[in-house]
């Protein structure tokens, strides 16, 4: 069955690091792939998404990349803020399970000032 | 887009009893997605609710313990059965409104936080 295997967490950086959250999956198909985010105290919203091999998706400084050769879609910024603490969660579904989200474990992420 | 509103946010029950979480969306939709996530871990599926006919479970789960309801486009119920501690959990309800769903964004109400206790 489809899986999705993260990074482990927690993450700690200082601001204005770079961040790099690791994500690679297992699909039977060619999945749809996604970042969401959970930020303290509010619910789980899309971050990113990609559909397709090579797209890029891309949002508030945040970028990942479909590598079907990979299998991966890692997560990465340039330089993390304060506000980028979170916990973050790779994500896909695929057309078979096609309505339905699998999701990673998740990585928590504490910026420090 | 869709705004999901769960209620409630969070309950203390004693073990044995049951709860019903409600989720009611802005908008149509065709299939609703009810989730646990227990602490520290990553978004299970329960089940899937389908208006006008049964849920779908996933593995690992079963109607007798979480019962839910779909009565029309807009509305969902989850209940926990018989609950125990190993049931706190945060539960969440989940849409995916548009065509194309494998590629739509999935929309999360706030999620209740339940503890048994």
């Known amino acids: 069955g489809n899986s999705v295997t993260q990074m482990e967490g927690p993450v700690t950086l200082s601001e204005e690091a770079f961040l790099t959250i690791n994500c690679t999956y297992t699909?039977?198909?060619?999945?749809?792939l996604f970042w969401y985010v959970q930020y303290p105290g509010e619910g789980l919203q899309l971050l990113l998404k990609?559909?397709?091999?090579?797209d890029k998706g891309s949002n508030k400084g945040f970028e990942a990349t479909y590598r079907k050769e990979t299998t991966s879609f890692h997560l990465e910024k340039g330089s993390v803020q304060v506000s980028d603490s979170a916990v973050y969660f790779c994500a896909l579904s695929d057309r078979q399970g096609a309505q339905k989200l699998v999701f990673g474990q998740g990585t928590r992420l504490t910026i420090n000032p | 887009s869709a705004v999901i509103s769960q209620k409630p946010s969070r309950d203390i029950c004693q073990r044995g009893t049951s709860l019903t979480i409600q989720c009611q969306v802005d908008?149509?939709?065709?299939?609703m997605f009810w989730y646990r996530q227990q602490p520290g871990q990553s978004l299970t599926l329960i089940a899937t609710a389908n208006q006008g006919s049964e849920a779908t479970y996933e593995s690992g789960f079963v109607i007798d313990k979480f019962p839910i309801s779909r009565p029309n486009l807009t509305f969902s119920t989850l209940t926990v059965s018989n609950m125990s501690p190993e049931d706190s959990s945060i539960y969440l309800c989940?849409?995916?409104?548009?065509?194309?769903?494998?590629?739509?964004?999935?929309?999360f109400g706030q999620g209740t936080r339940l503890t048994v206790v």
């Open positions: 908008s149509q939709v065709t299939m």
């Open positions: 989940s849409v995916r409104p548009g065509q194309t769903l494998m590629n739509t964004e999935a929309f």
């Open positions: 699909a039977t198909g060619y999945p749809s």
């Open positions: 990609a559909t397709k091999a090579d």
